[in-house]
């Protein structure tokens, strides 16, 4: 939770630093801007099934110990740009390379949190202990700019990325003395997996899927195909791509959206755009919780996917909401509730991934979060072109599109039964 956290607290940083000193003190437009914040996202996107593989290949121990170093150094270097490292002029490009090397670096965060997450949890605890972290880091997004801003004011803004690359290594370094893959008596001299009910051996939990009933190859690229190629993967990806586009909407722009459309002024723009993130950092454990419980009662199967289903579906419609309310109040509220109503769809996405991937886990979710950044780093660019020719309305609007798309992926996806062997070929 706590890598979590500060990961994505130095992801968002950018933006705030980017709101209130780099667009004027360089000169830079809301569209160029988009472009440094989309650097990130495409590296990290685009190296994402790589990570995915070293995780399954090296633990997320050791995928998580070198995400938050390598983290560290460039969330410092970024601040380092800032001080004369390149000319002025160069600033734009200097910031392009330094946030897309950070991303490659940040890539093993959310599948190696997750694969991390089925060694320690079992089954009908899953879903809430994904929910958690993923809430941890949604956290992060709720408190950066009211945190960052307040640090770039007192230290000015070089300094505030130094400090919180510092505080990165600090964090990672308790993580590579303190954590582990999995409990100390996980297979301990057998193959068996207690918590899949005392049945189920390590290899026969390869990837699966349950639409299908077939087995997943899970060696070199024929395993990555495959993977590649199941039905219950894509449609996890496609949805969770409808996820990714409406967060990074709010995270991106939101603020920018307060103070520079809607005028609320500088302090309550820094508040009012922490809101919607710390309504979803509740929301995800909440949600967790909630598909746990609807596993329990309606099965495996339908409670897995119900909550996905109603809360990106509600979501959408709380958007719009907010996008026609003109008491601050309101456009405040309908947003707030809309964000905070997407997250609690995050645990099943997460909890699922793995489930379906088995021994291959990590790329599985890998394969899914691609998908989530893949259209999320769109947002970024997309949001601000729409809004310049149609205005923000319609800006906006497409993340209720997406949202909606996102929700009807939930009604063909199968879910993997905790335990259940993988069928033959």
């Known amino acids: 939770m706590a890598l979590c956290f500060i990961s994505h607290f130095n992801r968002a940083s950018m933006t705030s630093a980017g709101d209130e000193r780099l667009i004027k003190q360089f000169g830079l437009d809301p569209l160029a801007m988009g472009w440094v914040y989309s650097a990130f996202l495409v590296v990290y996107t685009l190296c994402m099934i790589p990570g995915g593989l070293f995780i399954d290949r090296f633990g997320p121990r050791v995928a998580l110990m070198a995400m938050g170093f390598g983290t560290a150094v460039f969330c410092a270097i970024t601040g380092a740009v800032g001080w004369g490292l390149v000319a002025a002029a160069n600033v734009w490009m200097a910031l392009l390379v330094v946030r897309s090397l950070m991303g490659l670096f940040t890539t093993p965060l959310h599948p190696g949190c997750a694969r991390s997450a089925s060694y320690w949890f079992p089954p009908e605890q899953r879903a809430l202990a994904n929910g958690l972290i993923t809430g941890a880091a949604l956290m992060a997004y709720a408190l950066v700019h009211p945190i960052f801003g307040a640090l770039i004011d007192r230290v000015e803004w070089q300094m505030a990325f130094v400090i919180t690359g510092v505080c990165t290594a600090l964090l990672t370094g308790l993580w590579a003395a303190l954590g ?72 991106y722009w939101m603020h ?111 394969i899914m979060n691609t998908g989530g950044n893949g259209i999320g780093l769109l947002a970024p660019v997309l949001t601000p072109w729409v809004s310049a020719q149609l205005g923000w309305t319609w800006g906006i609007s497409l993340g209720a599109l997406a949202g909606l798309l996102g929700a009807a992926c939930w009604w063909w996806i199968v879910p993997r039964e905790p335990g259940q062997a993988t069928a033959s070929p």
């Open 180 to 251: 582990a893959d999995h409990p100390p008596n996980r297979w301990e001299g057998t193959d068996v997996d207690p918590r899949l009910g005392g049945n189920a051996s390590r290899g026969s939990q390869p990837g699966f899927s349950g639409a299908r009933g077939s087995r997943l190859k899970i060696g070199g690229l024929s395993g990555l195909s495959s993977l590649l190629r199941d039905r219950n993967i894509v449609l996890l990806t496609l949805s969770y791509a409808a996820v990714g586009y409406f967060q990074y909407l709010f995270f």
């Open 256 to 366: 920018y959206y307060f103070d520079q459309v809607l005028h609320m002024g500088k302090t309550e723009s820094r508040f009012y755009a922490g809101l919607p993130n710390l309504a979803m950092a509740v929301a995800m454990p909440l949600g967790g919780w909630l598909t746990d419980v609807a596993q329990k009662r309606f099965g495996h199967g339908r409670g897995r996917t119900l909550i996905p289903r109603m809360s990106m579906v509600l979501s959408a419609g709380l958007l719009m909401l907010g996008i026609f309310a003109k008491d601050t109040f309101w456009i405040v509220l309908w947003f707030t509730l809309s964000l905070g109503v997407l997250g609690l769809c995050e645990g099943a996405f997460w909890t699922t991934a793995v489930e379906i991937g088995g021994e291959r886990g990590g790329t599985v979710a890998a």
